[in-house]
T-cell receptor, first 116, second 112 residues
């Protein structure tokens, strides 16, 4: 069965420091991987995706993520955190295959707290 | 502007009183789905639809119904809500070309 794990409920980082939000996955076949962000009282916003190609993908708001097939990981990173990055972050996987239904399996979410 | 809309945004109801949460998208996407979000569990898929009149169960379908009579609309129906359906609900629309899901703003439901 497909699954996604975000091992940290919360990540705290000082503004200006680099940040990492961890994600590991378990899926048969080639995974399609995503990061979404949820600000308070808002819906989920797409940050970035890995479908194929370069293992380092860049997304919105200066975020990037590295796909590591051997470690089955897709950690979210940013070189310099901003207070406005504070939000709830979700990693998700989709084993799309031929049906391409787009069904997402989500991790439990990680709250990122950036302090001034 | 491409968007997914949901109504209502907030709803407090009592056990057993039927309710419907509407969802509409303006992107002409074929695939739509409903998720519920619960603390510590992330989002879980309730139902999905691959096109008009084509719907199927997701991972947590018990207690819910859906319909897809028009491509743009995908309402979620709770025939007899119970307190364990208190949750935050999201409708999503899927772009098959970009592999991206577009989420609505969410509906916070409380069943007492």
């Amino acid at each position: 069965a497909q699954s996604v794990a975000q091992p940290e409920d919360q990540v705290n980082v000082a503004e200006g420091n680099p940040l990492t939000v961890k994600c590991t996955y378990s899926v048969s076949g080639n995974p399609y991987l995503f990061w979404y962000v949820q600000y308070p009282n808002r819906g989920l916003q797409f940050l970035l995706k890995y479908i194929t190609g370069d293992n380092l993908v860049k997304g919105s708001y200066g975020f990037e993520a590295e796909f590591n097939k051997s470690q089955t990981s897709f950690h979210l990173k940013k070189p310099s955190a901003l207070v406005s990055d504070s939000a709830l972050y979700f990693c998700a996987v989709s084993g799309i295959g031929s049906s391409n239904t787009g069904k997402l399996i989500f991790g439990q979410g990680t709250t990122l707290q950036v302090k001034p | 502007e491409a968007q997914v809309t949901q109504n209502p945004r907030y709803l407090i109801t009592v056990t057993g009183k039927k309710l419907t949460v509407t969802c509409s998208q303006n992107m002409n996407h074929e695939y739509m789905s409903w998720y519920r979000q619960d603390p510590g569990l992330g989002l879980r898929q309730i139902y999905y639809s691959m096109n008009v009149e084509v719907t199927d169960k997701g991972d947590v379908p018990e207690g819910y119904k859906v319909s897809r009579k028009e491509k743009r609309n995908f309402p979620l129906i709770l025939e007899s809500p119970s307190p364990n359906q208190t949750s935050l609900y999201f409708c999503a629309s899927y772009n098959r070309d970009s592999y991206e899901q577009y989420f609505g703003p969410g509906t916070r439901l409380t069943v007492t």
